[in-house]
């Protein structure tokens, strides 16, 4: 009995350090394949598209038996473990997409110019559909969002007229100068938050700071608050001079707790897969988790008025329109007439955010689409696990450094502990 057991012992560690050894062994060859890659020029998504155009046509071109190159010795790769899979699909993606754009450059006059939609471009939609996945990290095409979000549409617009119309018409705010009175409204959400994130996601403690101060943006900024990641600042954008009240929730589940600040600290620490040099944290993925969690804000404590909820719904309806009418723009050849008269049709009220929108969509193309999409595939994932759902959220907060097919492996990151 005892030499069976030895020997079983020898067999597994010999089975262990094989795999050990071949786990090794992918990883520094597809890191020095990486290097390889991330050392030729390669423009990453950029909001404005007209001063990417003009970066692009002046680029160094990759040479096609280059990319060639690069993707025979990724196919002499033999990945192993679920992340090295997801690094080799990735990376493969990454060398399609190289591909495209070098094709696509060199139609590129000297004079071809972007300025506002693409049929100025030779290869117009061709270069859409490219733009489009470099946004998206995914090969998905416009008619499958257009499904997406009209189904989003639907569903968020009738939501949005039911808790309307049980909340009443709110002008409280905050002026943009009384700072203080602005960081004790978001601190008082950050507390609420906080007290579930253990039920909410499995996250026991979190306690990075989150500083918190005015923008200092334009006016015309076309967002109420972003995320500075490198110095981890929630930025809150006032709209004339002031801060409405109903805003607050939803601004600071989106950048602060559990959105971009939570996502941000957690996949530095607890990432269950390296963090990609080529891509660090697609945007799809960023975006996309912030959007999902803006629905969470009732199970989180906020939303008590129903003038918060209903501010959260709308921007709801606001993202799916943006996707129609970015496709139909860019895509379809809308005139702005067509554009605006879907908007109208189910945000009638405050044209001036329509005519900041169709110029948002068209200055910086695809970008608006990362919300919507990003949040459907969390949606599309997490959906098996509904009766697991903390966990289930638990991964995918931790896989968001990653593009979204690594949501399609999420089975396999159901089962490990909690700190492994």
């Not at 969390?378 to 759902?389: D, T």
Request: proline share 6%; glycine share 4%; aromatic share 10%.
């Amino acid at each position: 009995m005892l030499l069976r057991y030895s020997l079983l012992l020898c067999l597994w560690l010999q089975s262990a350090s094989v795999l050990y050894a071949n786990e090794h062994n992918f990883n520094q060859n597809y890191q020095a394949l990486v290097d390889e890659v991330a050392s030729k020029p390669y423009l990453q998504p950029q909001l404005d598209f007209s001063n990417a155009i003009e970066r692009l046509k002046k680029q160094p071109k990759i040479a096609e038996n280059t990319v060639s190159e690069w993707q025979a010795k990724l196919q002499k790769l033999t990945p192993h473990t679920t992340c090295q899979k997801i690094a080799f699909q990735s990376l493969g993606n990454h060398l399609r997409r190289i591909n495209v754009r070098e094709s696509l450059k060199r139609a590129l006059a000297k004079e071809s110019q972007y300025s506002g939609d693409f049929s100025a471009l030779p290869n117009a939609r061709l270069w859409y559909l490219h733009w489009l996945e470099t946004w998206l990290m995914d090969d998905v095409t416009p008619s499958e969002l257009q499904k997406v979000a009209f189904n989003e549409l639907q569903v968020a617009f009738t939501q949005y007229q039911k808790v309307s119309s049980q909340a009443h018409v709110s002008t409280a705010a905050i002026p943009a100068a009384e700072h203080q009175k602005i960081v004790a409204a978001f601190i008082t959400r950050e507390q609420q938050v906080k007290a579930n994130l253990q039920t909410m996601l499995n996250l026991p403690e979190f306690d990075a700071p989150l500083t918190i101060a005015p923008s200092g943006l334009p006016e015309s900024f076309p967002a109420p608050g972003i995320y500075d990641n490198q110095t981890q600042r929630f930025l809150y954008h006032p709209q004339n001079g002031e801060m409405h009240l109903s805003h607050f929730d939803w601004l600071y589940l989106h950048e602060g707790v559990p959105g971009h600040h939570l996502q941000f600290n957690v996949v530095g620490t607890e990432s269950l897969c390296p963090t990609n040099a080529i891509v660090p944290i697609p945007f799809v993925s960023s975006e996309g988790w912030a959007a999902y969690v803006e629905t969470l804000g009732k199970e989180m404590g906020l939303y008590e008025k129903p003038s918060s909820e209903a501010y959260a719904l709308k921007w709801r309806v606001l993202r799916a329109l943006r996707v129609l009418i970015d496709i139909g723009i860019h895509y379809e050849g809308w005139p702005d007439e067509k554009a605006k008269e879907l908007w109208q049709t189910y945000l009638p009220e405050h044209p001036e955010i329509m005519v900041r929108e169709i110029i948002r969509i068209k200055n910086w193309p695809a970008q608006v689409i990362t919300y919507v999409y990003g949040k459907y595939r969390i949606e599309k994932a997490i959906q098996p696990y509904q009766s697991n759902r903390t966990t289930a959220l638990n991964r995918v907060l931790r896989l968001s450094n990653q593009p979204p097919l690594a949501l399609e492996q999420l089975a396999d990151f159901m089962s490990i502990e909690n700190n492994n």
